[in-house]
């Protein structure tokens, strides 16, 4: 089989591990493996798959990035690029593994629609795709979330500062709230669980009542600045319509000057960006990132598409497209509250 792999949307630390598996296990089998650069770019503009060589896939499963390339590339506008993509893969492949988040997988279940022998694998580094436990980077952007809010800790304490950190999670608060909780933040403020301002000055009022010098406060670049009490129409959020660029709408700036404004403390600001998103995976993300490549993989090999391999607790399940490509999987209330507990 011809079978072609691409890497859609943001990059995240594990989606070598995940090129690997499906290369390796691809070749060894007597495959040919076709990489397409810069996710569906690389299929609507002009074609661009390359035969790739078992030593194009091998000594990867720690590097960050992507050896393939990925885009945040519009196949809505101008129109067409859906149909073209369709058009490449008939001419060209006899299996496409398409590994991306919800943006990607949606594309993924429109072509399995039409026939295409598609087969997704979930990645984001927000860990909100729908209908899997988890996605490549998430585990990664955790550590860096931990270790950051390890570092501010100190330089908080010594100073009696409170600390602002912005994280990634453009919908949802997954990285923040599991990142706040592994780090010891004092308050966590997540897209799922609006808190007022006059709730966050209270909140830290009580902890330097309470002998708490400092604070580490985490809060998700996707906040809606109105729960905060500021304004969403006037915050710009992309830069030249290359993306939306959420860090541009300076929740944490703004978070900060509300909380030395109105509450007297003495504050800094830290946006992680995409330090969240760069260098080598966790030891979990290369694993999860080979096992889900791998049952990528074992599913074309068997003609089963329009399914993505998802993790339901410690395994790997197939289900279909159709379950991954609408909306986002919110961070429970469970959680939120075990994170609040040690607020
Ligand atoms: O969707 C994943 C994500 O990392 C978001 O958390 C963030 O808002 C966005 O990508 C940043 O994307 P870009 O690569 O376009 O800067």
Known sequence: MRIGVLTAGGDAPG??????????????DGHELIGIPNGWAGLAQDYAGKPLGIADVSGIVGQGGTVLGTARYDLDSPPGGRERVLAAIEENLDALIAIGGDGT???SHWLADRGAPVVGVPKTLDNDLMGTDYCIGFDTALSVVAESLDRLHTTAASHHRVMVVETMGRATGWVAALGGLAGGADLIVIPEFPVTMDAILDHLAKRRANG?????VVIAEGVNLETLGGHESTAPSSIGGRGV????????AFLSSQIDEHGG?????????????????????RIWATRVGAAAYRSVTAHTFGVIPVVHGHD?????LSSVAHGQRRVPREIYELCATFF
């Open 265 to 285: 403390f003495e504050v800094r600001t830290t946006v992680l960006g995409h330090l969240q998103r760069g260098g080598s995976p966790t030891a979990y993300d």
């Open 105 to 107: 997988q949606r594309i």
């Open 15 to 28: 989606l070598n591990a995940a090129i690997r598996a499906i290369g390796q296990m691809a070749l060894r």
């Open 245 to 252: 660029r959420l860090a541009l709408r300076g929740v944490g």
């Open 316 to 320: 790997v399940v197939l289900v279909p």
């Open 212 to 216: 708490s010098a400092f604070s580490i």
